[in-house]
């Protein structure tokens, strides 16, 4: 949703907006995040959008905040807790 309230002025590139105060965003994609862990030897578990609703108490100003949820598993984990579980070192 932040993305869509940046300005065409402030896009520096694909997904990517100049704040105000001279730091970057980057918006991810599911797919970009996918691609990224699994390319580095990671197992997807979990890879979802996280919406949430949240209301400033004090000015009654609501927002919809949108992140990119992931749990993913460094596959040789796996294996280095068999060879301790087994008592093998």
């Known amino acids: 949703m932040t993305m869509l309230r940046f300005e065409l002025d402030k896009r520096v590139g694909f ?7 001279g730091t970057r965003s980057y918006f991810f994609c599911t797919d970009t995040v996918r691609d990224l862990f699994i390319g580095s030897g990671f197992n997807e578990l979990v890879l979802e959008y996280c919406c949430v609703k949240s209301t400033n ?6 927002m919809r905040r949108v992140w990119v949820h992931g749990n993913f598993r460094n596959p040789f984990d796996a294996i280095l807790h068999n060879f301790v579980h087994l008592g093998w070192r």
């Not at 997904?15 to 105000?20: A, G, H, N, Q, V």
């Open 15 to 21: 997904r990517e907006y100049m704040r105000s105060d």
């Open 57 to 62: 108490r004090r000015t009654g100003k609501s």
